[in-house]
């Protein structure tokens, strides 16, 4: 598609500027749904591209950024898709002298929340709109029907939403898009979406180990036993999205793609902003911390491959009741352990939308999660309806629907962790998650002796359990 030229029709109702994989993706699915949509990138080859993958003619590319403004309709609405950070601020500063009062200009990628917050603060004075729009779900997503996750002000949400409901993804709980919250909202809970990700991943791949190590199963085994879980309970995208990862043979050597491909996992960075923001907030996220950990640790090859030299595991083997019951056990302890991770995500986003005053729905979070975006899963209807029978619940482990279940899989979560300790496969998230449950419903724990320690050796004080309302003392323990 070359830059248009002549007389338009109309103008654009939609505009999205960046043509990589997921703004092509994204202003393709708007023009399916009737918008007419102006494009913007510096590479006008990418044009081409779109119309090589069908772009209608209501679809119209400009290489000038004047040209594509001017293209569009008012109060424009424009999508960047463009890499986050300084991209992101150097695209703003190009356009904001191009707009007028009451357009709307959308961030669709992963930006840091408070430089969301800020951006949307400095625009409000010269009468413009900023959104921080989390979209998850990939290239198919993006193309078909992701969830999007958008903040900012309530009046321009107003004005985008006939667009961002016509291309979410839809379930059977309603359009995958809803308004989340002043400022920086959108893209903390997209952040924290990503978390959850990280963990679901991991737990998925520890799962794997435990039947490939801890049972011999081969992929193909493991893909088949996958397949009946993703009937059940434990259905989910990152579940059926494995099958098809065990399932792919690679062409050359007709092996299990899957082998072939290094044990270093990368990360983009939203992990790591999930874990930090959680430490600002005083909220514990092991399980999230520990797919983290587990991404940074896969990066040492080279280390772990030397140290499995020098340093080595436990050589135990199965029961036969182990063997007959792992499976049972480990899919049980999947499911637990997801449950807790979600619960870690969302009292993470609660303690946020606290802080900042974003009066964010917990069960609404759930609910556009539940179609289009990478974490979507069955749990999330439960999950949903714990927090809409109770909004300010404070930890989905508590709900009615869900307490229950966590204490019926227990013994099964505790024997999965409990084999892998045994056979030496490091389960971190398995492990943490398991930690983090027993800390939560523990009535005491042992930190009387840490704040004791910290009083004896730098006299940090501490509350007596049998006066706390006399405060904090110190006592001399020599």
């Not at 950070?85 to 703003?92: I, R, Y």
């Not at 724990?445 to 049998?466: K, M, W």
Request: charged share 25%; aromatic share 8%.
């Amino acid at each position: 598609m070359s830059t248009a030229q002549g007389p338009q029709k109309g103008r654009a109702q939609f505009g999205v500027a960046g043509m990589g994989v997921m703004g092509q993706s994204l202003a393709l699915n708007v023009a399916d749904h009737g918008f007419r949509v102006a494009v913007w990138d510096r590479h006008s080859e990418r044009f081409d591209e779109l119309r090589k993958k069908g772009a209608p003619e209501s679809l119209q590319g400009y290489s000038s950024l004047e040209e594509f403004v001017a293209a569009l309709e008012r109060p424009r609405r424009i999508m960047l898709m463009v890499t986050a950070g300084a991209a992101v601020d150097s695209m703003m500063e190009k356009l904001e002298p191009l707009l007028q009062p009451g357009d709307v200009v959308l961030d669709g990628g992963n930006s840091w929340f408070l430089d969301t917050k800020r951006r949307e603060e400095a625009w409000k004075q010269k009468g413009l709109h900023f959104m921080g729009v989390g979209v998850s779900g990939g290239e198919e997503g993006a193309r078909y029907g992701p969830s999007i996750m958008p903040g900012g002000p309530a009046e321009a949400y107003a004005l985008v939403r006939p667009v961002l409901e016509a291309i979410a993804a839809r379930s059977e709980e309603g359009v995958c898009v809803t308004y989340v919250g002043p400022d920086g909202a959108g893209h903390f809970v997209k952040m924290v979406h990503n978390g959850i990700e990280y963990a679901d991943m991991q737990l998925l791949a520890e799962t794997y180990d435990l039947l490939r190590r801890g049972l011999g199963m081969s992929e193909e085994e493991i893909a088949n036993l996958f397949e009946q879980w993703n009937k059940g309970i434990a259905e989910s995208f990152l579940l059926e999205t494995t099958i098809k990862v065990l399932r792919k043979k690679d062409p050359e050597t007709g092996k299990p793609l899957v082998d072939l491909v290094l044990d270093k996992a990368g990360q983009k960075g939203t992990g790591k902003w999930t874990v930090q923001v959680a430490l600002d907030l005083g909220v514990p996220v092991p399980s999230i911390a520990g797919a983290l950990d587990a991404r940074i640790l896969s990066s040492m090859k080279e280390e772990r491959v030397a140290a499995s030299r020098i340093v080595h595991g436990p050589k135990e083997s199965l029961s036969a009741d182990e063997k007959a019951n792992v499976a049972a056990w480990v899919h049980d302890a999947l499911y637990a352990a997801r449950v807790v991770t979600y619960a870690q995500g969302m009292r993470l986003i609660q303690a946020a939308s606290n802080e900042h005053k974003w009066n964010v729905s917990l069960a609404e979070m759930a609910r556009i999660w539940r179609a289009g975006c990478i974490i979507r899963a069955k749990l999330l209807t439960p999950l949903r309806e714990a927090f809409t029978k109770k909004p300010d619940l404070i930890n989905l482990m508590l709900a009615d629907n869900i307490a229950p279940v966590l204490e019926k899989m227990g013994p099964a979560w505790r024997r999965t962790v409990g084999v892998a300790t045994r056979l030496g496969i490091p389960v971190p998230v398995f492990s943490a998650s398991l930690a983090y449950f027993d800390s939560y419903r523990s009535a005491e724990l042992p930190q009387n002796l840490t704040q004791a320690q910290r009083d004896a050796f730098g006299a940090h004080t501490y509350q007596r359990r049998d006066r706390p309302e006399a405060g904090f003392v110190h006592s001399d323990w020599s």
